[in-house]
């Protein structure tokens, strides 16, 4: 456990003593920014329908800052290591395969955790713009706030193995930006399938269909394990790469 707590604090360091998680936090406020100023218009001039957790969580502006931010959080975790040499240096020390994954792993989700601390505020500065928002609900809103963690977690673990399967990190970003998108797509595919058995199987992947659900406070069990598990599996199968490179 030591080990991983060392390993996890040299992962935050990485990000905050150097420019790439305040450049990630700048494109990160900007495109909520920008959303939030929109919605935060359209509830001033009473144009703005619905409820404030589907406004918040179902916008274009939360999906574009979800693909945007999790390839530049993940795209350095291995591929940086590899091109700098510095992954043979790590894995040639007495430390667990099991533990560099996780602690990368959790590197990058706590600075994911903490890009959208601010946005909390959100919420409450939404509903005092009036609009046709019924009394603030705050059951969905937090609802919405535990399904970007489980997507989220379920984002980072695919960008960290597109990461480690390559040691350039723009290849790493569009691996993974490519994956996240096909995830998405999958919430309008069932649309175009005709037959159930596809359709059901793509629903699974559909993090577009899931949000809508937490945003009205919906919380499935199969989702949270759905994500859950898929998060474990690709953190597995990171491990397992990295003991094979090891052996090698």
């Known amino acids: ?9 040299r992962e935050m360091a990485s990000y905050f003593r150097t420019p790439v998680a305040y450049v ?7 495109i909520t920014g920008f959303g ?6 359209r509830l001033a ?29 993940t795209m350095r975790l291995f ?8 992954l043979e240096m790590l894995l040639a020390a007495p430390v667990r395969e099991v533990e560099v994954v996780l602690a990368k792993f959790a590197g990058a989700y706590a600075t994911f955790l903490l890009l959208w601390g601010p946005t909390l505020a959100y919420a409450s500065i939404l509903r005092r713009c009036g609009g046709q928002l019924p009394p603030i609900d705050w059951g969905p809103v937090a609802a919405g706030y535990l399904g970007t963690a489980l997507i989220g977690s379920f984002f980072l673990s695919a960008g960290l193995l597109c990461s480690l399967l390559t ?14 998108v096909l995830v998405l797509a999958a919430g309008w595919l069932p649309t175009y399938l005709h037959v159930a058995q596809i359709q059901e199987a793509v629903r699974v992947l559909a993090a577009s269909r899931h949000m809508q659900d937490f945003s009205a406070g919906v919380i ?3 989702t949270v394990v759905w994500y859950l598990g898929a998060t474990v599996l690709l953190l597995f199968i990171s491990i397992r790469l990295l003991e094979a490179r090891r052996l090698r």
């Open 1 to 9: 456990m030591r080990t991983f707590f060392h390993l996890w604090r």
């Open 24 to 30: 990630i936090g700048a494109f990160f406020l900007a």
């Open 36 to 41: 939030f100023w929109m919605l935060a218009a």
């Open 45 to 73: 001039q009473g144009t703005a329908e619905g409820d404030l957790a589907g406004a918040l969580f179902g916008s274009p502006w939360y999906w574009l800052a979800m693909l945007v931010v999790t390839p530049l959080l």
């Open 79 to 86: 591929a940086e290591e590899q091109r700098m040499g510095t």
């Open 167 to 180: 040691r350039h990190q723009a290849v790493a970003a569009m691996a993974c930006l490519a994956t996240l």
């Open 220 to 222: 499935d069990t199969r």
